[in-house]
């Protein structure tokens, strides 16, 4: 076995000594980009070959040129967003000279008509921000510094403001990934299947999804979130967001802020008012302060930018009284939990951020960057169902260390050829500790409890540690030539993950998980419990594990993708996009798969999953796009798109069959019941029966009678797709105001999730007999989940889209009437997307094609309405308002417990009259509304300084947006169909205040 970690200190050296090797590999370095191109023509619309174009940076001074071909075209990627001033140079003709202002990930077009010289003076045009794209096919949308650095967002969170995007919705994430997690739902999934590429180079947490490393806003200069059209340069998710850090200037400028709130300013939330139940107000106290700081270290040649950003908080996740009375009978039991009325959930982050750019010569430019993020937060994977320990109430803690070192050189080889590089070293540690570790089965076991609606489960580890660790060293390549009409661009990205392995042994060192909720047992409200938990035969489920700690290492793991673009422009009103994209990733131990322990007993058993897959290596996407400017003047512009887009593996979903893989194994043993009374635990008592001997302490195969649990993949595994085509329209009223409409469809294929292919079948495991045929062991192995890529899922939405800009006025109105449904109601890449079901299940892949087992995504909303912008009052005020209105969100009703020995999430569904399976989320919860919005004063000082005092409104309906939250059981009545929870999730990751606060805060600005 491979394992070996790095001395933190020893890994930022390194990661510096690659930031300098790059810095003396070439003179400068690139960063997220776009393009400017266009066609330049005489008086009477003849082409004008040779003709110079100037590109000049308004703030930092930077320089670019290129001249027109044949055919009168000229274009200059890979430059850095921001303001531009472009002027033409050709004898005879009088210069022409026009201000743009370029988005990252975009390519505008402009045009010049140039006129004799004598003829016609010089003609200047003021920056204007393009509002509509007219070679490109993107479904784009973009969220700038005016309302990055002005709206009002609960944390100020990035994952906060993406939410404002069109199609974007808020996910309620949780687990162990604190402030970092940056989850976001794009076309009905749950936030795992976007990619994120932070200056050009890749910003994807491969363990677990979301975001390497979070930025703070005042580090956020802006981003773009690409739905459909984007370029083959682009992958490794349906949905691409591009982010451009900020930038420093040839003036120097900074800031310096503080926001605060407490208690006194948040309203009590439903849960903690005594009317349902509460016990009052929590306490609660955030703070959030932080600077940035940028200039010029050589006017006109190099520049430099900082920031950071401190957070305190304390947050309570508050309980529901029913919540708390289940827990009350968990007290009595003498297990040393507490039935608090919440969760206190501490957290600590900061983030930094340090960037140099640089043109050092004409024809070479670009950047260094660092960018870190060091935190923490408390109980974090702990719901409101989750029960504290008496020892320390705080049981689990995320301790989090991030950080990425990128650079990139653009080298500007001709006036049509331009190559770009970029290299990056990103660390992502995130370390778990618990304050009540146990690692003796026959104490621990009976301690950790598991009910319909709560349990003392948490924390879901034996050890005192366990961690998430990567390193990943990455490397990028473009090069883009113009040629006639063609504008090419090819290029590579290669990956390698030196570290990537989790040591979790989830769910160790075991519980107990009961048919009925603590009341119904404690009450006998249902008969079945005489003796309430002295009933013999009550559990339906006990699990035991291994307690040696295991590297769960994905070896050799790497990713590498190369494609080819071309922006065709067939005639001044029509271009063609198209590009084909080579992904191969091989991110979950492919190379080890054989040592799997699952396999080899499938395989000797002669079962048809006894099988090693082939790696995936044929993952080519073809993508094609138009973009028609109908009037040639850039006003009505109609474009539409199809592609392939391929998915990235991440490792969790693959996470226990990687256990299997290793020297040591990690064995969970798991008996079943399939029904009160019936099957091995008939005769248990708990609390009187001594457990079921468990496994060994380090185990290097399943033990004979160990019923483990078993995971493998099915043979025809392969990288889960999307095929995505959109249509869409844009009209641009004015240069500042603008109108889109755009339709979206998205085919999800080969998605990942798990299936049982040996359920209890009459009270019998359905693979005992081969088990005992081969084995003389019927019990070695217990419930065994295979991975297939056998889910599909659909989404279809109509954005609408209007956009109002000014110089300091923004104002934005989304929305979005879409479908999101799928197999097990999911539309995810991978199994994070919580697939539900199948009720049926059997050897191979159970009921997953039947009717009700198609449903709702649980973040489905048929209608959304977004509105957000930045007014500028009398008097030096502003006026930052953000309201959303959502469509409920669906759950799935259960009737009762599954007799297959399933999880939760595989019981029976509710049925109709008719007895018929309403099956997959057939319900819904509640319609989401929330308006915030920020009142500044703004007071200007001598010498370019100012001082910013504002308030921030959240929730100003004082509305309990509870979304999906609801209890799902109807065989656990204390909280069936009543609101559990709040959809914003826990309190460092939370996107919507759970009732209406205020927060204070003041910014100086120089």
Not at 488 to 499: C, I, N, Q, W
Not at 727 to 736: D, K, R
Request: proline fraction near 6%; glycine fraction near 10%.
């Amino acid at each position: 076995m491979r394992c070996f970690r790095r001395p933190p200190m020893l890994i930022i050296r390194t990661g510096f000594a690659l930031v300098l090797f790059l810095a003396a590999a070439g003179p400068l370095f690139a960063q997220a980009t776009g393009t400017v191109t266009g066609r330049v023509v005489d008086q009477d619309n003849a082409v004008l070959p040779g003709v110079t174009v100037n590109l000049r940076n308004v703030e930092s001074g930077a320089t670019r040129s290129a001249i027109s071909n044949e055919q009168g075209l000229y274009s200059v990627p890979a430059l850095e967003r921001g303001l531009y001033e472009l002027t033409t140079e050709l004898a005879g003709f009088a210069p022409s000279s026009r201000r743009i202002e370029l988005l990252a990930g975009s390519t505008v077009a402009l045009d010049f008509k140039l006129s004799l010289a004598g003829l016609s003076e010089s003609l200047t045009v003021q920056g204007t921000i393009p509002l509509v794209e007219t070679t490109q096919a993107i479904n784009a949308s973009t969220i700038r510094q005016t309302e990055v650095a002005q709206l009002p967002m609960i944390n100020r969170s990035l994952a906060a403001m993406m939410t404002l995007l069109p199609g974007a919705r808020e996910v309620p994430a949780s687990g162990s990934h604190g402030h970092a997690a940056g989850y976001v739902s794009f076309a009905g999934n749950t936030g795992r299947s976007y990619n994120m590429y932070v200056d050009g180079v890749d910003n994807k947490e491969d363990q677990d999804g979301g975001t390497l490393v979070q930025l703070s806003l005042d580090g956020i200069e802006e981003f773009r979130a690409l739905g459909a059209g984007f370029q083959a340069e682009y992958g490794r998710g349906s949905t691409v967001v591009v982010l451009a850090s900020r930038s420093g200037t040839n003036q120097l400028r900074g800031s310096a802020f503080l926001f605060g709130r407490n208690e006194a300013l948040i309203a009590t939330d439903y849960f903690s008012q005594p009317e349902h139940g509460g016990f009052g107000k929590q306490p609660f106290k955030r703070l959030q302060f932080g600077g940035s700081v940028g200039g010029r270290l050589v006017k006109d040649r190099a520049w430099f930018f900082g920031s950071v950003e401190r957070i305190i908080q304390d947050f309570q996740l508050p309980r529901s009284s029913k919540q708390i009375n289940e827990l009350k009978i968990l007290e009595g039991l003498g297990i040393g939990v507490v039935a608090s009325s919440a969760v206190p959930q501490p957290f600590r982050d900061f983030l930094y951020q340090v960037k140099g750019s640089f043109q050092l010569a004409k024809n070479h430019n670009g950047f260094v960057r660092l960018l870190g993020q060091n935190g923490y937060v408390g109980n974090n994977a702990l719901t409101n169902a989750n029960a504290l320990w008496k020892v320390n109430p705080v049981a689990q803690q995320n301790n989090q260390s991030l950080y990425s070192v990128a650079g990139g050189w653009t080298w500007v080889a001709s006036p049509t050829a331009v190559n770009e590089f970029r290299a990056q070293y990103a660390y992502y540690l995130h370390n778990d500790t618990t304050a009540v570790p146990c690692l003796d089965l026959a104490t621990c076991v009976p301690q950790r409890l598991s009910f319909p609606s709560v349990n003392s489960t948490q924390p879901f580890f034996a050890h005192p540690s366990w961690v998430n660790y990567e390193t990943k060293f990455e490397v990028m390549n473009n090069f883009s030539k113009q040629f006639g009409s063609h504008a090419f661009k090819v290029g590579a990205d290669y990956a390698r993950l030196p570290t990537f392995y989790a040591n979790l042994q989830v769910f160790s060192p075991g519980n107990i998980t009961f048919f009925d909720d603590p009341s119904t047992i404690a009450n006998n409200t249902n008969g079945k419990y005489p003796q309430g938990f002295q009933t013999p035969g009550i559990t339906r489920t006990i699990l035991q594990t291994s307690l040696a700690q295991v590297d769960a290492w994905s070896h050799d793991a790497f990713f590498f993708a190369a494609f080819a673009q071309d922006d065709w422009r067939i005639s001044p009103k029509l271009t063609l996009n198209l590009g084909i994209r080579y992904d191969n990733e091989q991110m979950v131990n492919n190379c080890c798969w054989q040592d799997s322990r699952t396999y080899q007993v499938l395989r000797d058993i002669g079962h048809p999953y006894g099988k090693v897959p082939p790696n995936d290596n044929n993952n080519v996407a073809p993508r094609i796009g138009l973009a028609w400017d109908a009037k040639g003047d850039g006003k009505d512009v109609v474009r539409a798109s199809f592609g392939l887009f391929y998915a990235t593996g991440i490792i969790t979903s693959a996470y226990a069959s990687n256990l299997e893989q290793q020297d040591v194994v990690f064995v969970r043993q798991t008996i079943t019941d399939p029904s009160i009374g019936s099957g091995p635990l008939a005769n248990y008592v708990y609390g009187v029966s001594p457990l079921p001997a468990g496994p060994a302490f380090a185990p290097t195969q399943f033990v004979k009678g160990g019923s483990a649990q078993g995971s493998w993949y099915t043979p025809n595994f392969e990288d889960a797709l999307s095929q995505i085509t959109s249509v869409g329209f844009s009209h641009l009223f004015s240069p500042t105001t603008v109108m889109s409409v755009d339709y979206l469809h998205v085919l999800t294929l080969n998605g990942w999730r798990s299936l049982n292919i040996s359920p209890l079948v009459g009270g019998v495991r359905a693979l005992a007999p081969d088990l005992q045929r081969v084995y003389n062991d019927p019990s070695l192995l217990g419930p065994v989940a295979v991975l297939c890529s056998c889910n599909r899922g659909l989404y279809d939405a109509v954005d609408l889209h209007l956009e109002r800009r000014l110089s300091r006025t923004a104002m934005t109105v989304n929305y979005t009437l879409a479908w999101a449904r799928g197999m097990g109601g999911s539309t995810d890449f991978t199994t994070q997307g919580g697939h539900i079901g199948p009720e049926i299940q059997d050897t191979q892949t159970g009921g997953i094609y039947l009717p009700y087992e198609w449903g709702p995504t649980n973040v489905d909303e048929r209608h959304r309405v977004t509105v957000a912008g930045v007014v500028p009052m009398r008097w030096g005020i502003d006026v930052a308002p953000s309201f959303t209105a959502a469509s409920a969100r669906p759950y799935t009703q259960y009737q009762a417990p599954n007799p297959n020995g399933g999880s939760a999430l595989q019981g029976i569904y509710l049925r109709d009259a008719n007895g018929n399976p309403l099956g997959v989320n057939n319900a819904r919860g509640k319609a989401l509304v929330n308006l915030n919005a920020r009142v500044t004063k703004n007071v200007v000082l001598p010498n370019s300084r100012s001082v910013s005092v504002y308030a921030e409104f959240y929730n100003m309906l004082n509305r309990a947006n509870f979304g999906n939250n609801y209890g799902n059981f109807k065989y656990a009545p204390a909280t069936y169909n009543q609101p559990i929870g709040y959809l914003g999730g826990i309190g460092s990751t939370t996107t919507i205040p759970i009732s209406f606060q205020v927060q204070f805060g003041a910014r100086f600005s120089f």
